[in-house]
Every structure is written in structure tokens, then in C-alpha cells.
Nanobody, 126 residues
């Protein structure tokens, strides 16, 4: 599946952004989907992930309560609504999918996701 992430930009602390991940070639309902981010000098980390049947939902401790992941089945997209943004949220954000099953313990582990989009830059700064 080919993925296209969009919606990044420059925002002031406390602001909001909505990222969108669009897919071509496949129905995103058939995949586990995640949003990941990588800041300079840091490893890629799972931000929020949702399983194929929406039964497993994950948010990292750093974003829980501020970010919301959702599927828009009619548009074949997955969004990440980011509110109350902080400078430490600055990173390149990627969406990715995993084909097949996934363990609960690995539900947002970047190493188990196999198709990646190109990333969109999010910068939170005053």
C-alpha cells in the first residue's frame, strides 16, 4: 500500500494540527495503522496506533489526552488530531501500516510496521 502523509506545518505552542494519511491501492480498513515520529537525534517512536478492527488503540504517554487517531473509512484515510501542541512534539511524523496480525505488546512498535509514507514535518515553536 502506498501512503501519503500531509498536514504538517509550523504552529505555536498550545496550537493544533490535523495530520492525514491517505492510501492508494488498498483499503485501509484491512490494515493496522500507526502514526510515528522521529525528532533529530532520536529514535523513531510510536505516537498512536489503531488496529485493523479498531480493537487495539494505543497512545504514547507523552501524547495521551492531547492527540486523537481516527479512521475516515469513506475517504480511506487515517487522521491524527493534535491539540495542545508542545515544542517537544516537533518531529517528522510518519504513517505506516502493517499487514497481517499484530501482538498487543507490539501494537505500536515501529519495527513491525511494513509500509511507510514519506513523512510530514511538524514544528512547534513560538
Amino acid at each position: 500500500v502506498q501512503l501519503q502523509a500531509s498536514g504538517g506545518g509550523l504552529v505555536q505552542p498550545g496550537g493544533s494540527l490535523r495530520l492525514s494519511c491517505a492510501a492508494s491501492g488498498r483499503n485501509l480498513d484491512d490494515y493496522h495503522i500507526g502514526w510515528f515520529r522521529q525528532a533529530p537525534g532520536k529514535e523513531r517512536e510510536g505516537v498512536s496506533c489503531i488496529s485493523r478492527n479498531n480493537g487495539m488503540l494505543y497512545y504514547s504517554d507523552s501524547v495521551r489526552g492531547r492527540f486523537t487517531i481516527s479512521r475516515d473509512n469513506g475517504r480511506n484515510t487515517v487522521s491524527l488530531q493534535m491539540n495542545s501542541l508542545k515544542p517537544e512534539d516537533t518531529a517528522i511524523y510518519y504513517c505506516a501500516t502493517r499487514t497481517g496480525g499484530i501482538r498487543y505488546s507490539s501494537r505500536c512498535d515501529p519495527s513491525v510496521f511494513d509500509s511507510w509514507g514519506q513523512g510530514t514535518q511538524v514544528t512547534v515553536s513560538s
